[in-house]
């Protein structure tokens, strides 16, 4: 008892001497000496809940440190084992559902693993292709399981010669694994299941393969749910099997207009503004926005609706944006080897660097000493409006969201819409940015000169437009945004457009298709392509094309089938699958033909070839009498009123 007339000290709850009887005395001084001088929230309320044995959901902002807050107890619950490791069990798996996310946890746990000596001693062996030697005493032996890099074979092969009790996976390759019979779950060393990123875990997708990740796994075990929006898939946690979870929810309030505290779902050090403008004006505010900061943005991110887009303005970008800046491109459809490659690039920039991405990057990666991110356009789904933003403003370091709204319903609606969805937003007013039509137009004119450098921009503009207004009419709050309020004109100055492209939500467009006469300065057939190879093949296209139309062997309508497939191949890749499938079907039609002709008796096969020959015979009159038609018409093909719209737009 204190002495009276003195209040007893109370003890820090979020100091790491707190844990000091659950957690190993290596795991505190690792930590520590990361820079991680006392637990967040999240951290504090989770850790000691899942040390007792406690199944956790756990709902917390982004950036609120929900990564530690499951490795350490993963780690410690490893190493109190009580039954030495056996080959090829493993005991604790940690599933995450995006491969960067899943090889940034995979750091974190490697940056620790070095002040644990036994676990330090086998990192090195992890790197070899030898049968690691196995340790008297516990230790940490992790796996990273990701497609891309590695094939299942290959992840099989490394789990046999490393026995890993730690795997640290994304669904699908983790199914594969598990599935073979030579990697163990049993009950009796199986400790943990941890689910990074729940709620896109449970949502469509992924559903079936945490089905059979949890066939395969014990149900004694300890199970916990991490995310930044969990509460909104509670109803599926039961499919997950917890037993009597403990929810920890860690959320951020605010001292609102007249005193009122509301609840907000980012962290406080995270600034969330937006600007109003014409589409136009965007990307020239983006860059009055880097220029003007006070303190000049080491690493920036540019949040774009779709692929394509980050395709075709990682070319045009350099344009318009200030000098000195480093330009990344990331998303879900390059080869996972670049994507990898570009996201370190990214992460390890000293230099002020710029990730123009999609929402690929929009959940779990904890990209260090991000000051600033952009969204050109609100996403499609407003659950990423949070994921978005939080890449800024993590681990209480300041940063800057702004999105950009055009006027009129998308900035009278949609800011209301985001503070009833708890994520209250202001307008921009500092720095003050202000871009005149005339700015605007400088920069539309900037990057179409750009584009008439090369026609592979002009089709990755066209490719990227159409994908843009395809991602906007996929909108979720579809009474927000509109496709037939579009200002299209002003759409297409914000793509440096040099050609508007054919597409149903123009056909009651009744604006200058020319885009101020654009399209009709160019010369289509001189437009060239910069690869030597598209070059010579859109020239080659184009001589006989001349070659057809001057022997009058021109048909006008197959020709523009012909060119309206090739603009709708590059958008959609329809008409490539439509020949993969028709492919197939033709191999198992001959493959079905051989098989009924090797079944025939001698009498049916004579037939058979006889049969071939007279509709072989058919073929050769029917292909005379139309050479004889056409020579009897003087050639037609359709005269000298024939109009080439130039191949590739």
């Known amino acids: 008892m204190a002495p009276s007339g003195k209040v007893a000290p109370q003890k820090d709850r979020r100091a790491w001497d707190a844990l000091s009887l659950s957690l190993a005395e290596w795991i505190i001084e690792a930590v520590t000496s990361l820079g991680f001088s006392r637990m967040t929230p999240v951290q504090a309320d989770t850790i000691p809940l899942f040390l007792k044995n406690r199944d956790v959901v756990v709902e917390a902002v982004t950036g609120s440190g929900k990564t530690l807050a499951f490795l350490l107890p993963v780690i410690q619950k490893l190493l109190s084992q009580d039954e030495p490791q056996k080959r090829h069990h493993v005991s604790a798996i940690i599933v995450s ?16 693993l070095p002040f644990h000596p036994p676990s330090a001693e086998i990192l090195p062996l992890l790197k070899e ?128 207009a007249g005193g009122v505290i509301e609840e907000k779902k980012t962290p406080a050090s995270l600034q969330l503004r937006y600007m109003v403008c014409p589409a136009s004006h965007k990307l020239p505010a983006v860059a009055q926005l880097l220029q003007n900061l006070d303190l000049k943005p080491q690493k920036t991110i540019i949040f774009f609706s779709t692929c394509a887009a980050v395709d075709y303005y990682q070319h045009l970008l350099p344009s318009i944006l200030p000098e000195g800046l480093n330009l990344v491109p990331l998303h879900g459809k390059q080869p996972s080897n670049t994507r990898e490659k570009n996201f370190a690039k990214f992460s390890n920039s000293v230099l002020p660097t710029v990730l123009l991405t999609t929402d690929v990057a929009a959940r779990g990666l904890d990209i260090p000493q991000v000051d600033l991110v952009v969204q050109l356009d609100p996403p499609t789904d407003p659950k990423a409006f949070i994921h978005r933003s939080g890449r800024a403003g993590r681990a209480g370091r300041r940063g800057l969201s702004v999105l ?38 400088k920069a539309t004119e900037a990057m179409r000169e750009v584009a008439r450098k090369d026609r592979a921009l002009h089709d990755k503009a066209q490719k990227g437009f159409v994908s843009w207004v395809r991602s906007f009419t996929a909108h979720t709050a579809s009474a927000i945004f509109k496709v037939t309020e579009l200002d299209w004109t002003d759409m297409a100055n914000s793509w440096a457009l040099l050609k508007m492209p054919k597409m149903p939500e123009l056909k009651s467009w009744k604006g200058d298709k020319t885009l101020g006469g654009v399209s009709i300065a160019i010369d289509w057939d001189e437009y060239r392509y910069k690869d030597k190879t598209r070059e010579k093949n859109r020239k080659e296209q184009l001589r006989e094309y001349l070659e057809k139309k001057e022997r009058g062997d021109f048909d006008k309508e197959k020709e523009t089938k012909d060119m309206k497939r090739k603009r709708n191949d590059a958008w959609s890749g329809k008409h490539e699958k439509e020949d993969v499938r028709v492919e197939r079907r033709e191999k198992r039609q001959k493959k079905k033909e051989k098989k009924r002709l090797e079944g025939l008796d001698e009498e049916e096969k004579v037939k058979e070839q006889e049969l071939q020959k007279l509709i072989q015979e058919v073929r050769r009159r029917n292909a005379e009498k139309e050479r004889a038609d056409n020579e009897g018409q003087g050639g037609g093909g359709g005269g000298d009123d024939d109009e080439f719209e130039g191949f590739g737009d």
């Open 404 to 441: 950009f709204l055009r006027p009129g319903r998308e900035v009278d609606e949609y800011v209301p819409y985001l503070a009833v969805r708890k994520t209250p937003i202001e307008l921009l007013s500092y720095p003050a940015i202000e871009v005149s039509d005339v700015e605007a137009a």
């Open 97 to 112: 559902p995006t491969r960067e996310l899943a090889a940034q946890i995979h750091k974190v746990l490697l940056s620790l």
């Open 129 to 256: 292709d030898e049968k690691r030697p196995m340790t008297s005493g516990p230790a940490v032996v992790p796996q990273l399981i990701v497609g891309g890099s590695t094939t299942p074979s290959q992840d099989l092969s490394t789990f046999l010669r490393h026995s890993p009790n730690l795997l640290v996976a994304t669904p699908g390759r983790l199914v594969e694994l598990l599935a073979s019979p030579h990697v163990h779950c049993p009950t009796s060393t199986f400790e943990v299941l941890v689910l990074d990123e729940a709620d896109r875990l449970l949502d469509l997708g992924f559903k079936q393969d945490l089905q059979r990740i949890l066939s395969f796994v014990p149900k004694q075990r300890r199970t916990g749910l991490f995310s930044a929006s969990v509460s909104e898939a509670v109803g599926e946690i039961i499919r997950v099997g917890l037993r009597y979870p403990v929810k920890v929810t860690v959320k951020v309030k605010s001292l609102a």
